[in-house]
């Protein structure tokens, strides 16, 4: 049967968005410090770590570069310290590993790397609650948190992923995440952030955070460097800024989404759940039209993991079907980890799973019961930070959230297979 489904043929689209301006991360960096009068709080010989998470950030080499260079010339010894929790299996080797892949190394950024899980307590949240951080980072001289400001893809509110995050759940390591994730259950995921990162600004020697966003296109926008007093409440404006610049999907209804690639690079829930519109919490499979939430697509294809997720397959619970290479790529212990520290159980289940992309395509479209097939709605992207150029089947056109820079290609192409029977690249 799905060796002779014919399936609907597919549109290119390109979504041009506007291109940020290029930022001059060396000169933007060292007018910041001037600026905050970060320098004035910096003394000769200091020990200053600066945390780095696992996300992939474009230009987070030449960033970091310029951070370090920018100390090392106020007399500072700075240091690397992974502020990633529980990713990476949550060992020291794992994530070194991970920083690895963004080629950032002693070697290359000529600072040493302190990888070391340990914690101490600095504090109680709530009155009761232990709060950790780096042993590492707490005995360092100075911190600074380096870090992407985006909507967070467990919660929604005033405050994302960025820099308050990072200190609670980065720097915390994997108990520190723990910690945060437990209470965060009962009390939701913004009190608890807030009330942590309070109690760890106000015992820790934190210097600044380096906000950095990007725009639709995954480059860099705007570096913000934020004296340590002024992170609370510069996170806000931060945020909404973030969230202005994030891309979208060319329609608010999809019946079937094909994502060439999750990773945690991509996104911490692998793949970003303000794009795809369904909760790590739960969703409905349902062809009725229930959740409030937009967009609301039917049916999603996970077909591969990213090389740079080192098997980190969180987030491929959120798809209803995936490829057996992709549940063979899953490190399990890095995916469990990972899920069981943040307590988010339904990104690391498993999905229905076949050996071909056009098998899995076959039965994905079946579930959907179409009565015209070619009327489907069927997208295909690479993964949710790559939206610039995306496929639309040609029962989408009809429905296209059309605007001025727009192009969709005048004739529609069949799908590609290789031998075996999986799509070729986008």
């Given at each position: 049967m799905s060796n002779e489904m014919q399936f609907p043929r597919m549109h290119s689209v390109e979504q041009n968005y506007p291109r940020s301006q290029s930022l001059n991360f060396s000169a933007e960096i060292a007018r910041q410090f001037q600026s905050e009068k970060i320098h004035t709080r910096i003394r000769p010989g200091m020990r200053i770590a600066v945390g780095v998470g696992s996300r992939g950030i474009t230009n987070i080499r030449e960033i970091l570069q310029a951070v370090i260079a920018e100390l090392i010339a106020a007399g500072a010894k700075p240091f690397l310290l992974p502020a990633m929790g529980s990713h990476g299996g949550a060992t020291p080797v794992g994530q070194e590993k991970l920083l690895e892949g963004y080629g950032i190394t002693s070697a290359s950024m000529g600072v040493p790397i302190e990888t070391s899980m340990d914690v101490v307590e600095v504090g109680k949240a709530f009155g009761r609650k232990s709060v950790v951080l780096s042993s590492h980072a707490m005995n360092a001289d100075g911190i600074i948190i380096l870090n992407r400001v985006k909507p967070h893809t467990d919660f929604r509110g005033t405050l994302g992923s960025g820099l308050q995050k990072m200190l609670v759940i980065g720097f915390g390591k994997k108990i520190g995440a723990a910690n945060a994730h437990g209470e965060a259950v009962h009390r939701g995921y913004e009190p608890v952030l807030r009330e942590y990162a309070k109690v760890i600004l106000a015992a820790a020697p934190v210097l600044c955070g380096i906000a950095i966003l990007e725009d639709q296109h995954h480059a860099t926008a705007k570096l913000q460097v934020v004296a340590a007093e002024k992170i609370i409440a510069s996170e806000n404006d931060l945020l909404e800024e973030a969230r202005a610049l994030m891309p979208?999907?060319?329609?608010?209804?999809?019946?079937?989404?094909?994502?060439?690639?999750?990773?945690?690079?991509?996104?911490?829930?692998?793949?970003?759940?303000?794009?795809?519109?369904?909760?790590?919490?739960?969703?409905?499979?349902?062809?009725?039209?229930?959740?409030?939430?937009?967009?609301?697509?039917?049916?999603?294809?996970?077909?591969?993991?990213?090389?740079?997720?080192?098997?980190?397959?969180?987030?491929?619970?959120?798809?209803?079907?995936?490829?057996?290479?992709?549940?063979?790529?899953?490190?399990?212990?890095?995916?469990?980890?990972?899920?069981?520290?943040?307590?988010?159980?339904?990104?690391?289940?498993?999905?229905?799973?076949?050996?071909?992309?056009?098998?899995?395509?076959?039965?994905?479209?079946?579930?959907?019961?179409?009565?015209?097939?070619?009327?489907?709605?069927?997208?295909?992207?690479?993964?949710?930070?790559?939206?610039?150029?995306?496929?639309?089947?040609?029962?989408?056109?009809?429905?296209?959230?059309?605007?001025?820079?727009?192009?969709?290609?005048?004739?529609?192409?069949?799908?590609?297979?290789d031998d075996n029977g999986n799509l070729l690249p986008i």
């Open positions: 979208r999907l060319p329609l608010d209804e999809i019946d079937l989404l094909i994502v060439d690639q999750i990773g945690k690079e991509i996104s911490g829930s692998g793949m970003d759940t303000n794009i795809i519109g369904r909760d790590i919490t739960g969703y409905s499979t349902s062809l009725q039209p229930e959740t409030p939430l937009l967009p609301r697509i039917f049916r999603i294809f996970v077909r591969d993991l990213t090389a740079a997720t080192n098997g980190n397959g969180v987030g491929i619970g959120l798809a209803d079907f995936t490829t057996t290479r992709a549940v063979r790529a899953l490190d399990k212990r890095y995916t469990y980890v990972n899920a069981l520290t943040a307590i988010g159980l339904h990104p690391a289940k498993i999905p229905i799973h076949f050996d071909s992309d056009r098998e899995t395509l076959a039965l994905a479209i079946a579930t959907l019961a179409p009565a015209d097939i070619h009327k489907l709605r069927i997208v295909r992207i690479l993964n949710t930070l790559s939206l610039d150029r995306v496929h639309v089947s040609e029962g989408c056109i009809p429905h296209l959230k059309r605007h001025a820079t727009m192009k969709v290609s005048a004739s529609a192409e069949e799908l590609r297979f």
